[in-house]
Structure formats: C-alpha cells, structure tokens
C-alpha cells in the first residue's frame, strides 16, 4: 500500500496544476471581456434560479462543514461564518439579482478628448482580467465574488477556506453547470478545493496571468499576502472599529437645571440602540464595534445604563481602571469578585484585537484629540463613528480621523457593499490605491486608452 506521504501531490505538481487553471482563466477572460450587458445578466439571473432550485443540496453540505466545524472546537464566531440558513441563501440570491440590475461599469467612456494633432482619445473602462480571491469561512464569499467579477467580465480564481470546502464545493458546481448551459468557459470562475496550503504559497506567485489578488481573512492571512505575493494585492476587512460618545450628544431633559445627571433619556436609548447594533446585530462581521470612548464628561452616567444593557445581552465589557471606578461604584458585585459580573480589565493588546464575539472595550477619554489619538493607535482604517449634535465636533473628527468610512451618529455596520447600494462586494479595502472601503462593481475595473487618428503620425 502507498504510504499517505507519497499520495500527495510535490511542489511542481501543485505549480503545473495551478499555472493550468490560471491560464484556463485568462484566457477565459478574453471571452468575457466581449461579452454585452444583457449576457452577462441573463447569467446571473439564471443562477440565481439554480440556487434557488439547489437549496436543499447546498445546505446538507454547509452541514457536513458545521459538524466537522463543531469536532475541531471552532469558535462561536466562526461557526456563525460557516452558518448558512434558509434565510442566508435568500440573501445571497437576492444578491445575485440584484448585482444583474445594477449598471454595466464596462465600456464606459470616462474621458474624451480631440488632441491637436487632430487624435480623438477615448478613456474606457474594461475589466481587470483575472482576480484570485483567498477567503476564509464565509461561504457567501464564493458566490458574491464570483457574481461581481463575473457581471464585470473577469475570470475568477476562489480559494476558500476549508472549512468550507463542502459547500464551496456544491456552489462551484452549481456555478460551472450554469456556465456550460449557457456556452460560456467554465474556466471563467474556478475554485481550488485542496486544502494544502502550498497551493496559497504559489498562487501568491502567478502574476503572469492573475492581475489581481484579493484576501478576506484574518491579519495572518493578510500578512502572507503582504510579504509574499508578485500579484497586487488589495488588503483590508480586518476591522478593529471604534465609536466615540462625545459629551455633546446628548441634550440636558427638561428642568434639569443644567444638571449632567439629567441627561436625555431619548438621546441615552438612542447611543445605547447605535452601539447595540454596532455590536451585538453580527459581532463577527468585520465592521462590527470593537472599543467605545465615552468622554469623561457624562461617563459617570451613562456607563451604569450602558453595564445593565449590555451585561442583559451577554456582552462581556473589557474596561480601563476609570469604567472600573464607576461601575464598582455603581453595580452590586459578587462575593470574591473584585468587578461585576460580565466586566473584566482591559489591556493594550485588547484595544488591537478583533474579538469578533461578543466582546466590548470600553475606554473612558478626557477629550476629543484623546479618542482620536486612541483610534490613531489601534485602528485598522475600516469603519469608526461619532456620536454627536455639535456639527463642529463631527467635522473635526471627519478630518482627523483616516478611516476607509466613517460615520457620524450612526452605527458602524453600514460599511458594506450592498448597504451602500454597490450590490454585494468583493472585500472592503483599508488601503488608498485602486480602491477603497467596499469594493463593489467599480472596483474590479481598469481603463485603456484608445486614440483614433486619420493616418496620424506623432511630429
């Protein structure tokens, strides 16, 4: 019998295998490069439908992932990107139809101009070519990538995590029968389903036929990314997000004399709504709250109300020694405890985490500059609010602030491609070249320049 070692494929059977698929995909990206508006949708639209109709296939594989998931201990949070619902694959067919309704960004003339030397230059946009997406754990990823870069007439390479590699297995199918129906290069969107990490290592190495990369995972990932790819590379989603409650969101009640502890009632509830969807509506979504800086102003009260909503939530609060004071304060603790139940101390290295549970940092500051200091330091550039009335204040923090989307007396969670109305999204981008924050449509696409003469030379 042959040993387990010698069934795995070498290093140059991994490289063969993965130059063959990307060059099947660049040159299926010639062929949806000619593609119109109306093909392209007719696409998706139908396979939305086959989806639709495979329901019941996919989530018996999503099973086979949750429960090989639940024998390796994955967390809560992980287990939850895993997760497809009924209700989920909505969701993601929805998003396919909606991404055939949104506007062709293909052939779009973006400049035009008629040179002295009588050339009529046109700028265009055109696709990419070829992405490669290395994604972990969500397997709505595989469709929302391969939807966006398919309506955007580039070939797609997705690597997902494994795992997911049962459902991401049954959806590459889904999505190449689909293909092949309707004659066009199944090539065009491909998933590489081995689990060995070497194939990340070499995919990381063919610039000659992948024009861009896109990683969706944790700092580990990214980091590889990072140091080792020749491709370029579009970094982000890692999303340490902050909300700072300025002393000036809240209006002083009636008769209250001008007293702080009569802050509005209506105005608490609604901090309190904003961080609560901030936090707990998908705290393992990338865009979800990580740290509050409450200013000292109103700290004292408004950290108890905040303790009693959140502890009823489960929501475990990590706070600096001053939320300490108050709540010690403030909240009955337990015998042998030094902090209430639900509260522990928090550290630097808390205030750098991505906890993606249900996990809050809670950091009192003495002022403005202090909280922005604060994002400066530990921020990932992802998403981070404001809670204010004083325009002022908000347009000071706008501006000090250097995040891909900020916010001002709203939750964080809208940074997301289809909230912005850009359909689903390939990433969010936490860096300035090419793109920035979700990255929708618009986002997988370049230009040529085209220059029409009559017999023209340059003189």
Known sequence: MQSLQSQLPTEDEIKANLITIAQSAKI?????AKLNTSQKNAFLLALADVLELNESKILDANQKDIALAKKTNVSEAMLDRLLLTPLRITQIINEVRHVASLSDPIGI???GKLLDSGLRLEKRSVPLGVVAAIYEAR??????????????GNAVILRGGKETIHTNRVLIEIIQETLSGFGLPIHAIQGILEPDREYVNTLLKLDSYIDMLIPRGGASLHRLCKE????????????????????QYFALSDNSDNDIHSLSSEKIASALSIIDNAKIQRPSACNS?????????????????????LSDRTVTLRVCEKVATILKSN?????????????????????????????????????????IDHIRTYGTHHSDAILTQNMKTADYFIDSIDSAAIYVNASTRFTDGAQFGLGAEVAVSTQKLHARGPMGLDALTTYKWIGRGDDSIRQ
């Open 228 to 247: 080792h790819s020749t491709i370029p590379v579009i970094t982000g989603g890692i999303g340490v997000c902050h909300i700072y409650l300025d002393n």
């Open 109 to 111: 003339t973006l400049e």
């Open 289 to 309: 709250l990580e740290t509050l800086l409450v200013h000292n102003d109103i700290a004292e009260v408004f950290i108890p109300k905040l303790y009693h909503y």
């Open 28 to 32: 299926a990206s010639w062929h949806l």
């Open 331 to 371: 909240i009955a603790i337990d015998e042998g405890e030094i902090l209430p139940k639900y509260v522990k101390p928090v550290t630097n290295s808390d205030y750098a985490e991505e906890s993606l549970g249900l996990l809050l940092n809670v950091k009192i500051v003495g002022t403005i500059d202090d909280a």
């Open 139 to 152: 397997p709505n990823v595989t469709i929302d990538v391969a939807c966006l870069c398919f309506k955007t």
